[in-house]
C-alpha cells in the first residue's frame, strides 16, 4: 500500500487538520455553542442588525449561562472552568453568529467576571460571579471614556473618599451590555492611583444611556455611563490592584477571545463566498471554476486557517500560563486585520449580493471595523510590538 492511500481525505472545511490538535472535549464544547448560536442567533441576527437592536437579550444572556458560556474560562463560583482554547472555540463559534453576540459574553467573562475573579474581595465574588456566571446578572466594564479611549491613564472618572464611603462622578463611553447591565466594573483616578470599583447599576445617580445611530455592532447593546457622584460603601472598591496593571489585565484576557473571535466572523464570510462561487453562474459555467476567483479563494483560506492555527498556538500558551500580552497584541493585530479583508475579498466574489443582509458578510465586515479598534487600535498594537521588539518606547 502506497503511502499516499493511507492519508486521510482532504477537507475543504479544515485544509490544515487543526481539528486533529483537539480533544473529544474541546470538540463538544465547540458543538454545543455552534449549535446554540445556529438554533438562537443566525436565523434572527440580520432583522437584529437591521433594526439596531437585540431584543432579549437576557433571556440570550440566561441560555448562555446554561451551556457554560459567561465566564467559562474562570474556576470556581459557578463558571465551567474551561480551558484557554476551549474558550477560544466559544469565542469563535459565537462571532461566526456575530460580533455582537461574542462581545456579550466577552465583555460579560474576559472583563466584567474577570476583574472580579482576579482582583475581588471573597465577598464580592460570592456576591456577583454565581448570579453572573448563570446569566441572572450582565455585566459591563467602564473604562473609554469620552475623551480618552487609548490613553486611559489620563480618564477624568474620580472617585473620592468621604468618611467611610466614596462617592465615584464621571463618563465612560462604548460601553457593551451598559444599559442592560445589573453591575458595573468602573475603573477611577484616586488619590491613590487608578482603581475599579463594583457599582451596581441601580445606585442613586448611575444612569446608561443607549447609544444610538450606529452603523456597526448594530446587533449589539452600547452605551454611556453616567456617574453623578455616586456613593459606594468602602467595600465597592477591588482591594487586589492599583494601577493601570488591573484594567489593563482584563483587557489582555479580553483580546485573547476576539483573537479567535475575528476568525469565527471571517470563516463565515469565507463560506458564504465558497458556497456562492459555486452557485453562481456567469458565461455559462460557476464562478468558482475562474482562476481569478480561486485565486480569492485560495488567499483567503490560507489567512483564514492561518489566524486559526495562530489563535491555537496562543490558547496553548495561556493554559501553560506562558502567553505574554505582546503576544496577545500579536494575534489581535493579525487575525482582526486578516479578517476584515477576508470579508472585504467575499464580498467581492458576492458581488452586489455581497451587500444585502440575505448575505453575512458586509454585516460582519462592518462590525469587524469596530472589532479592529475595540480592545487596542491597529496603532497601539503596532506600537507595543514595536517596542518588545526594539526595546525603545515610542508611546509618547
Not at 470556581?76 to 482554547?85: D, R
Not at 446608561?208 to 455611563?225: C, G, N, Y
Not at 490592584?241 to 476568525?263: D, E, F, N, Q, T
Request: charged share 20%; glycine share 10%; with cysteine.
Amino acid at each position: 500500500m502506497s503511502a499516499s492511500s493511507k492519508l486521510p481525505p482532504f477537507d475543504p472545511a479544515d485544509p490544515l487538520g487543526i481539528d486533529d490538535l483537539l480533544e473529544p472535549e474541546d470538540l463538544a464544547i465547540r458543538s454545543t455553542v455552534r449549535a446554540w448560536a445556529t438554533d438562537r442567533v443566525l436565523p434572527y441576527v440580520a432583522e437584529w442588525y437591521e433594526s439596531g437592536e437585540l431584543p432579549g437579550i437576557r433571556e440570550l444572556a440566561r441560555e448562555l449561562g446554561e451551556i457554560g458560556a459567561l465566564g467559562m474560562s474562570l474556576s470556581g463560583y459557578g463558571c465551567a472552568g474551561a480551558s484557554a482554547v476551549q474558550y477560544g472555540l466559544a469565542c469563535l463559534e459565537l462571532e461566526a453568529a456575530d460580533s455582537g453576540i461574542r462581545s456579550l459574553v466577552s465583555v460579560q467573562g474576559s472583563l466584567a467576571m474577570y476583574a472580579i475573579h482576579r482582583f475581588g474581595s471573597e465577598e464580592q465574588k460570592q456576591e456577583w460571579l454565581p448570579r453572573m456566571a448563570s446569566g441572572e446578572v450582565i455585566g459591563c466594564f467602564g473604562l473609554t471614556e469620552p475623551d480618552h479611549g487609548s490613553d486611559p491613564a489620563s480618564m477624568r472618572t474620580y472617585a473620592k473618599r468621604d468618611g467611610g464611603d466614596w462617592v465615584l462622578g464621571g463618563r465612560k463611553m462604548w460601553i457593551t451590555n451598559g444599559s442592560v447591565a445589573g453591575v458595573a466594573v468602573v475603573w477611577a483616578q484616586t488619590d491613590e492611583g487608578i482603581r475599579g470599583f463594583v457599582v451596581p447599576t441601580d445606585s442613586a445617580g448611575f444612569s446608561a444611556p443607549e447609544i444610538k445611530h450606529k452603523l456597526s455592532l448594530r446587533a449589539s447593546v452600547t452605551s454611556e455611563l453616567v456617574m453623578d457622584d455616586v456613593r459606594l460603601p468602602a467595600d465597592a472598591v477591588l482591594p487586589e490592584v492599583v494601577g493601570l496593571k488591573g484594567p489593563l489585565s482584563c483587557l489582555s484576557h479580553a483580546r485573547y477571545g476576539i483573537v479567535w473571535g475575528a476568525m469565527g466572523a471571517a470563516r463565515s464570510c469565507f463560506e458564504a463566498a465558497v458556497d456562492y462561487a459555486k452557485s453562481r453562474e456567469q458565461f455559462g459555467r460557476p464562478i468558482g471554476g475562474f482562476q481569478l476567483t480561486q485565486a480569492k479563494l485560495a488567499d483567503m483560506a490560507l489567512e483564514l486557517h492561518k489566524g486559526i492555527l495562530l489563535a491555537h498556538h496562543l490558547g496553548r500558551r495561556m493554559d501553560a500560563g506562558r502567553l505574554r500580552p505582546e503576544q496577545v497584541s500579536f494575534g489581535k493585530l493579525n487575525n482582526v486585520r486578516e479578517a476584515i479583508d477576508i470579508c472585504r475579498t467575499s464580498r467581492t466574489i458576492l458581488g452586489a449580493n455581497g451587500i444585502s443582509l440575505e448575505y453575512p458578510v458586509m454585516r460582519h465586515a462592518t462590525n469587524l471595523e469596530s472589532v479592529l479598534t475595540y480592545e487596542g487600535t491597529v496603532e497601539m498594537h503596532q506600537l507595543v510590538l514595536g517596542k518588545a521588539l526594539t526595546g525603545l518606547d515610542a508611546f509618547r
